[in-house]
T-cell receptor
Framework: DTGVSQDPRHKITKRGQNVTFRCDPI?????LYWYRQTLGQGPEFLTY????????KSRLLSDRFSAERPKGSFSTLEIQRTEQGDSAMYLC????????????FGPGTRLTVL | AQSVTQPDIHITVSEGASLELRCNYS??????LFWYVQSPGQGLQLLLK??????LVQGIKGFEAEFKRSQSSFNLRKPSVHWSDAAEYFC????????????FGTGTRLLVSP
């Protein structure tokens, strides 16, 4: 299966620690998106890449968050100095990059900050 | 403000009964419209999408949705619900202009009773 994969699936950390998540998109997809989903809410957009370029960031993405997509392949999302409010499901999606195309989602990384 | 509204947080339907999940959007122009389903431990899966043309859209798993411009609605329907349909359903929109981020509603949790 060549769907979107994310690693790890679960992460428990203590407040103040740094965490990094990885997303591997579908191989031919140019666009990669990160979303965050908290309990009882729909996913909210965080940032997106067109190939290796990060083209848009949400105001939700504070300066403690950083995302990269080196060489336009996999992407990483790092959260520094985690806070309890960072506890959420972090979802990655990828798409071909045409107008209105389908975004395919990975299973997500569930972060719990103690 | 631009938004997507799913007025029903929970819906319980008997197995074999029909289903309608409501979705309304508030945008200046008609966006692209999507319905996704999220099962526990699974990523978001696209059920169907609407861009233009026929306002009744067929999707996977026997689902369909009808776009009504006059009501700014995109309701999801299924004539006969199966127990495996129990999940969280999200309506989402993408603006025709811009970088294609998905804006999700808060979701409707479907429970299926025997």
């Amino acid at each position: 299966d060549t769907g979107v994969s994310q690693d790890p699936r679960h992460k428990i950390t203590k407040r103040g620690q740094n965490v990094t998540f990885r997303c591997d998109p579908i191989s031919e997809h140019n666009r990669l998106y990160w979303y965050r989903q908290t309990l009882g809410q729909g996913p909210e957009f965080l940032t997106y890449f067109q190939n290796e370029a990060q083209l848009e960031k949400s105001r939700l993405l504070s300066d403690r968050f950083s995302a990269e997509r080196p060489k336009g392949s996999f992407s990483t999302l790092e959260i520094q100095r985690t806070e309890q409010g960072d506890s959420a499901m972090y979802l990655c999606a990828s798409s071909l990059g045409t107008v209105g195309d389908t975004q395919y989602f990975g299973p997500g990384t569930r972060l719990t900050v103690l | 403000a631009q938004s997507v509204t799913q007025p029903d947080i929970h819906i319980t339907v008997s197995e074999g009964a029909s289903l309608e999940l409501r979705c309304n959007y508030s945008y200046g122009a008609t966006p692209y419209l999507f319905w996704y389903v999220q099962s526990p431990g699974q990523g978001l899966q696209l059920l169907l999408k609407y861009f233009s043309g026929d306002t009744l859209v067929q999707g996977i798993k026997g689902f369909e949705a009808e776009f009504k411009r006059s009501q700014s609605s995109f309701n999801l329907r299924k004539p006969s619900v199966h127990w495996s349909d129990a999940a969280e359903y999200f309506c989402a929109v993408v603006l025709i202009t811009g970088f294609q981020k998905l804006v999700f509603g808060t979701g409707t949790r479907l429970l299926v009773s025997p």
